[in-house]
Nanobody, 112 residues
Framework: QVQLVESGGGLVQPGGSLRLSCAAS????????MSWYRQAPGKERQWVAT???????SYADARKGRFAISRDNAKNTVYLQMNSLKPEDTAVYYC??????WGQGTQVTVSS
């Protein structure tokens, strides 16, 4: 059974940082690109970043420079480091495997 379990979300003040984690099981993690998406209330889910199986990364333009995706194949885990957070970053963040599985999401709220 494939599981992607996100963690690390929470409430943070504007300008703060969070690191999200997504632990995968039931897949050969190192074979797949992994991505992060997010969905704000009343909005469509949007792509945030992707890391290939080889470690190359790509980002949505608005997140470049503030967010960093990384992976640890030994731990079957993908991370999203988020810095200089803004209120508009508030959303549920989901990880996604190229094997077409989604995690359940973790809430990130940026507010003073």
């Amino acid at each position: 059974q494939v599981q992607l379990v996100e963690s690390g979300g929470g409430l943070v003040q504007p300008g703060g940082s969070l690191r999200l984690s997504c632990a995968a099981s039931g897949i050969i993690f190192s074979r797949y690109a992994m991505s992060w998406y997010r969905q704000a209330p009343g909005k469509e889910r949007q792509w945030v970043a992707t890391i290939s199986r080889f470690g190359s990364t790509s980002y949505a333009d608005a997140r470049k420079g503030r967010f960093a995706i990384s992976r640890d194949n030994a731990k079957n885990t993908v991370y999203l480091q988020m810095n200089s957070l803004k209120p508009e970053d508030t959303a549920v963040y989901y990880c996604y495997s190229q094997s077409d599985y989604w995690g359940q999401g973790t809430q990130v709220t940026v507010s003073s």
